[in-house]
């Protein structure tokens, strides 16, 4: 029998290479761990032909390689045994390290080519099968990474895509509707959200990814270039605005002093009535404007105010006296003599007004008691006046004729309709009757 070629021992991955993402989540052998026992197990499946040690493995006689030493077959059966326990290494990492699909291929094909081409000794039967079982397991862990890897690349590229929408919506609404402190620092969440989605989300196609952001980049320049015309624009406002208002103040300090109270308190209210037309300026600029704006306001109101006070006290002296007249105005009701309540309410009248001025709740009590003296005196002057008013008294002599023909009348009417018992023409004339009766009494009081 020619003897096999000889083939090198096979370097088995180590555990920290296996173990390169983390550690496996189940103890599995390792070399310092191998048993006089587990090797004898294995060597079983060896034997030395020649120079050689085989493998038996069924019918099959597979040379793998020199023997050399006193217990040749020893070292091919450690590295079966190696090799077994790379496969549970492997398999303790499906489901406690961090794999991605391309590491368990990686792994598979390592650990299919050291299962199909031996060149260690051992249960290659049983190893085989039990790598089936691993790699099928394997395969399916692949299968759901590829579904999750897919899944996370859809929901990435949708956030991308949420994001670049978002922006394009700020940067499409109408000025009038942006609120520029909130947009803008979303703007800026946006980019920081972008940042992060390229540091750890998932990837996603570069072309779709260079699209995405060209088309976000252009959102958020357009929104810059509009935030930077409308504080521009707003700078230019405000100062135009701070102009006015400065106008505005400087007018009212000069007016601060004024003593002139009417003439300056209408002023003061017309530059009010400009401030408001002013419109809004920068916060700050406008809160010390209208600090000193005030402040001119209660300085002239203030003066207004103690100048009024001083006034009313020395008004004040003044009542007396015109409580005394008006007491005395009263005293002529009722009226006896009108010609003499006349003459007495004239010199009341000259005296009142010579009393002066007093307080504006004084003064209109005072004037409604006066008035009504006044008023009293006044009608009885008319009443008097109409008794001896000769056309006066002949019109209503008159009238008064024709109404008592007229009363007649109605009376026999009223008879009348009385006998024939009807009460609707009855109440007509009766109602009739009674205006004309109170129209006499009227016209025979002025005739008396």
Do not use: C
């Not at 942006?178 to 803008?184: E, G, L, P, S």
């Not at 979303?186 to 088309?215: H, Y």
């Not at 930077?228 to 601060?256: G, R, Y």
């Amino acid at each position: 029998m020619t003897p096999a070629k000889a083939r090198p021992i096979p370097r088995v991955p180590s555990p920290a290479q296996l173990a390169a993402h983390s550690k496996p989540t189940v103890r599995v052998p390792v070399v310092d761990e191998i048993t006089p026992a587990q090797i004898a197990a294995a060597a079983e499946f060896g034997a030395v032909e020649g120079d050689q040690v085989v493998l038996v493995d069924g019918d099959a006689r597979i040379p793998v390689g020199p023997a050399q030493g006193d217990a040749p077959i020893d070292a091919y059966a450690r590295g079966f045994i190696e090799l077994a326990a790379a496969v549970e290494r492997f398999h303790a990492r499906l489901t406690g390290a961090e794999l991605t699909p391309k590491d368990i291929d990686s792994a598979l094909s390592g650990l299919r080519e050291q299962i199909d081409t031996p060149a260690t000794v051992g249960n290659f039967a049983a190893l085989r099968a039990r790598f089936a079982v691993v790699e099928a397991e394997a395969n399916e862990v692949a299968e759901r990474l590829r579904a999750e890897r897919e899944a996370a690349r859809a929901q990435a590229l949708a956030a991308r895509e949420e994001i670049v929408a978002t922006a394009e919506a700020i940067a499409a609404k109408p000025v009038e509707k942006v609120h520029w402190k909130n947009d803008t620092q979303q703007m800026r969440d946006l980019l920081e959200t972008w940042k992060e989605a390229q540091r750890s989300g998932a990837r996603i196609p570069k072309d779709v990814e260079k699209e995405l952001w060209k088309r976000f980049t252009h959102a958020r320049s357009a929104f810059e270039k509009a935030r930077k015309h409308h504080f521009a624009q707003l700078d230019k406002d405000n100062s135009a605005v701070a102009k006015a208002k400065e106008e505005l103040v400087a007018k009212a300090e000069a007016l601060s002093t004024s003593t002139d109270w009417d003439a300056t308190a209408r002023e003061f209210k017309r530059l009010m009535d400009a401030w408001r037309a002013a419109g809004r300026g920068r916060k700050s600029t406008d809160d010390a404007l209208w600090r000193r704006f005030h402040a001119a306001q209660d300085a002239f109101f203030e003066a207004r105010k103690a100048a009024a006070d001083a006034e009313e006290a020395e008004l004040a002296e003044n009542v007396p006296a015109k409580e005394a007249i008006v007491a005395e105005a009263e005293a002529l009701l009722p009226i006896a003599d009108v010609k003499a309540a006349k003459q007495a309410l004239r010199s009341l009248q000259d005296r009142f007004e010579a009393a002066g001025r007093v307080p504006r709740a004084d003064a209109a009590r005072l004037t409604k008691r006066m008035s009504a003296v006044e008023r009293a005196v006044r009608e009885a002057d008319q009443a008097a006046w109409n008794q001896r008013n000769p056309e006066i008294e002949r019109r209503a002599s008159g009238m008064a004729a024709q109404l008592h023909a007229s009363i007649a009348e109605l009376e026999g009417q009223l008879a009348e309709a009385k006998a024939a018992k009807d009460e609707r023409k009855a109440a007509e004339i009766s109602e009739a009757l009674e205006a004309r009766k109170a129209w006499l009494k009227q016209i025979e009081s002025v005739v008396r």
